[in-house]
């Protein structure tokens, strides 16, 4: 099948090498909401061929061996690829896992879930674009992109759902004992976004109602933070903010649709 074509040696990959700092279990957060979200895990179960590509996975693979682990909960037979642009960086396969050296293009695979997570935060505004389209093109029919951004630790993330159409959602996630209050997320926003939160754009308006919220719910503050917040995101609906909703979860989660927060035109 050429969806199980193996990854290509390309001399070029598409895209700079970038810091490649990593860490154990530094995108849990991501990788829980990327099994339990209905649309992700819907489109791995039906894919013919169950490839992902975890992007840019730094230094050492540790999240990559993770991502793997955790998403044969949704299908036992996914094949999970680990692109590096910085050669020195492909290390052996192993656990099913396979690394290879490439960049936005993908090293010419057609991956139903692609993951890139502190890659474009790396890469000037103006170049996300480009970087989306090229991943997008790649993608199988129905596959989707993943770019997201978080801190060192994994406490705060934020990343953007993307398909071949175009973004389709914001996700924002924390650890609900050590993020004080939802608009702390706003240092990890993905880099479309980080430069918006700014008065007169969406992002800043849903980070402040989310604050607000937040701050309404505080009565339920002895119930611990996990309880506040979900009081605070109904406060949020009901309001008007279209955020989604998921069962309980050990983070605190906030999911609209990109329409709610897309920059606007300059």
């Known amino acids: ?19 490649g700092t990593t860490g154990v279990n530094r995108l849990r957060r991501s990788d829980r909401w990327l099994i339990h979200d209905e649309l992700v895990a819907t489109r791995l179960q039906d894919a013919t061929d169950p490839l992902v590509v975890d992007l840019g996975y730094g230094a050492s693979p540790w999240t990559t061996f993770e991502l793997a682990a955790r998403l ?18 492909v290390v052996p396969g192993r656990d099913g896992v396979v690394f290879a050296r490439g960049g936005f293009e993908l090293a010419g695979l057609r991956p ?20 989306w389209s090229t991943i997008r093109s790649a993608l199988a029919p129905e596959g989707v992109l993943v770019d997201g951004t978080c801190d060192e630790l994994g406490r705060r993330c934020a990343w953007v759902l993307l398909d071949r159409t175009g973004p389709r959602s914001l996700t924002l996630a924390w650890d609900p004992f050590t ?27 849903l980070l402040s109602a989310a604050d607000r919220a937040w701050a309404r719910a505080a009565p339920l503050a002895p119930y611990g933070p996990r309880v506040r ?38």
């Open 112 to 131: 139903v879930v692609v993951r890139a997570f502190n890659v474009l935060r790396q890469y000037p505004e103006s170049a996300v674009p480009e970087a």
């Open 229 to 266: 917040w979900r009081a605070a995101a109904e406060i949020l609906r009901e309001d008007g903010v279209p955020i989604r909703r998921y069962r309980r979860l050990r983070d605190n989660v906030l999911t609209v649709p990109w329409s709610a927060v897309a920059p606007c035109l300059r």
């Open 1 to 19: 099948m050429a969806g199980r074509t193996p990854p290509r040696a390309l001399t070029t990959p598409v895209g700079t090498i970038t810091r």
């Open 179 to 205: 993020v004080e209050r939802p608009s702390e997320i706003a240092e990890r926003l993905p880099k479309v976004l980080i430069h918006r939160n700014i008065p007169g754009e969406p992002i800043h308006a």
């Open 72 to 89: 044969r909960r949704v299908r036992a037979d996914v094949r999970v690829v680990g692109l590096e642009i910085d050669p020195q960086r």
